[in-house]
T-cell receptor, first 116, second 111 residues
Framework: AQSVAQPEDQVNVAEGNPLTVKCTYS??????LFWYVQYPNRGLQFLLK??????LVKGSYGFEAEFNKSQTSFHLKKPSALVSDSALYFC??????????????FGSGTRLQVQP | NAGVTQTPKFQVLKTGQSMTLQCAQD?????MSWYRQDPGMGLRLIHY???????DQGEVPNGYNVSRSTTEDFPLRLLSAAPSQTSVYFC??????????FGPGTRLLVL
């Protein structure tokens, strides 16, 4: 069975500082990895994904994530945080299958608070 | 494109009532799915469909039914609502590049 761990319920960072939101996963084979962001009372918005290729993935709004196969991690990063980045962030994993099933397994979420 | 749309936005049910949560997408995606979001638990897959006429169970299917008669629509039915089904429900559709696009959600309260 696949699983995703986001070890921090909340991350606090000052505006302008770099931020990291951690994610580790467990899945058999080579996974697809995703980050989504959720603003209050909204649906989830896609940020970025790792399918194959370069381990450093660049996404929307200046976010990036690094796929580390040996550590089974996919941490989300941004060089300079903005107050508007404050939201709930979800890491998700999907196994590669031949069945067409694209079931995302989500972590429990990390709330990012960026202080002015 | 409207993307993924869901209705209603909010619903209150009494225990034992039935209802259908509507989901539609205009991106011609074959894959669609339903998730529920509960505090501290992320999102969990209820049912999914890989195309019209094909559905399958996800992680937490009990108490829910789905059907997929068209590519665009993927309704979720609660046959007999229970307080444990109080949650926020999200519908999603996926492109061929594996990215899932989520609707705005339906907030359901079962009394």
């Amino acid at each position: 069975a696949q699983s995703v761990a986001q070890p921090e319920d909340q991350v606090n960072v000052a505006e302008g500082n770099p931020l990291t939101v951690k994610c580790t996963y467990s899945v058999s084979g080579n996974p697809y990895l995703f980050w989504y962001v959720q603003y209050p009372n909204r649906g989830l918005q896609f940020l970025l994904k790792y399918i194959t290729g370069d381990n450093l993935v660049k996404g929307s709004y200046g976010f990036e994530a690094e796929f580390n196969k040996s550590q089974t991690s996919f941490h989300l990063k941004k060089p300079s945080a903005l107050v508007s980045d404050s939201a709930l962030y979800f890491c998700a994993v999907s196994p590669r299958t031949d069945t067409g099933r694209r079931a995302l397994t989500f972590g429990s979420g990390t709330r990012l608070q960026v202080q002015p | 494109n409207a993307g993924v749309t869901q209705t209603p936005k909010f619903q209150v049910l009494k225990t034992g009532q039935s209802m259908t949560l509507q989901c539609a997408q205009d991106m011609n995606h074959e894959y669609m799915s339903w998730y529920r979001q509960d505090p501290g638990m992320g999102l969990r897959l209820i049912h999914y469909s890989v195309g019209a006429g094909i559905t399958d169970q996800g992680e937490v299917p009990n108490g829910y039914n789905v059907s997929r008669s068209t590519t665009e629509d993927f309704p979720l039915r609660l046959l007999s609502a229970a307080p444990s089904q109080t949650s926020v429900y999200f519908c999603a559709s996926s492109d061929r590049e594996e990215t899932q696009y989520f609707g705005p959600g339906t907030r359901l309260l079962v009394l």
